[in-house]
Antibody, heavy 121, light 106 residues
Framework: QVQLQESGPGLVKPSETLSLTCTVSGGSLTRNYWNWVRQTPEKGLEWVGYISYTGSTNYNPSLRSRVTISGDASRNQFSLKVTSVTAADTAVYYC???????????????WGRGTMVTVSS | SYELTQPPSVSVSPGQTASITCSGDRLGDKYACWYQQKPGQSPVLVIYQNTGRASGIPERFSGSNSGNTATLTISGTQATDEADYYCQAWDSGTVVFGGGTKLTVL
């Protein structure tokens, strides 16, 4: 059974870089698509981007200039970096699996528990 | 940018049928998914590719998508179905979520 676990700092200062890691257990980064989704009370759920089993990436156009998603298949982990953060980046960040590319409509079938990240000085 | 619109809230009596709508331009030409989220928990995939029921989801949950509206239908609604429900679609290279609907089972 595939399980996902987010980890990383819960507090980040404005203008700095937010870094999170998602550890995949019971599955492999060499298959499927691995996504980051964030949630705030104001904006609801927002897709951040994914890294595929081939290592290709796809980002939300509204965040593309500040976001990088990378993967480490040897550790079965994938990571998110968001640069130049502001209070608007304060959110619960989830990692989630999609069996196929987002255009195929298969949806995010496995989610991590989420981790709260606050941007504040 | 593409937008999906959901009613903020829907109420239903136990045992009755609940319908939650999601509206977007030509949404019927796209795939819609639905998620259930209970307080303090992560979203759970309920419906994929408009009508597919995700693993472990009871048969009382069903989905449809036509024209500009996707609909999640819960037949014989139970108290345990009380949750927030979000629709999701893909457009122009990005994933879009609806704003969510709070389902109250009275």
């Amino acid at each position: 059974q595939v399980q996902l676990q987010e980890s990383g700092p819960g507090l980040v200062k404005p203008s700095e870089t937010l870094s999170l890691t998602c550890t995949v257990s019971g599955g492999s980064l060499t298959r499927n698509y691995w996504n980051w989704v964030r949630q705030t009370p104001e904006k609801g759920l927002e897709w951040v981007g994914y890294i595929s089993y081939t290592g290709s990436t796809n980002y939300n156009p509204s965040l593309r200039s500040r976001v990088t998603i990378s993967g480490d298949a040897s550790r079965n982990q994938f990571s998110l970096k968001v640069t130049s953060v502001t209070a608007a980046d304060t959110a619960v960040y989830y990692c989630a699996r999609d069996l196929n590319d987002i255009s195929t409509g298969t949806g995010f079938d496995i989610w991590g528990r989420g981790t709260m990240v606050t941007v504040s000085s | 940018s593409y937008e999906l619109t959901q009613p903020p809230s829907v109420s239903v009596s136990p045992g009755q049928t609940a319908s939650i709508t999601c509206s977007g331009d030509r949404l019927g030409d796209k795939y819609a998914c639905w998620y259930q989220q209970k307080p303090g928990q992560s979203p759970v995939l309920v419906i994929y590719q408009n009508t597919g029921r995700a693993s472990g989801i009871p048969e009382r949950f069903s989905g449809s998508n036509s024209g500009n509206t996707a609909t999640l239908t819960i037949s014989g609604t139970q108290a345990t179905d009380e949750a927030d429900y979000y629709c999701q679609a893909w457009d122009s290279g990005t994933v879009v979520f609806g704003g969510g609907t709070k389902l109250t089972v009275l």
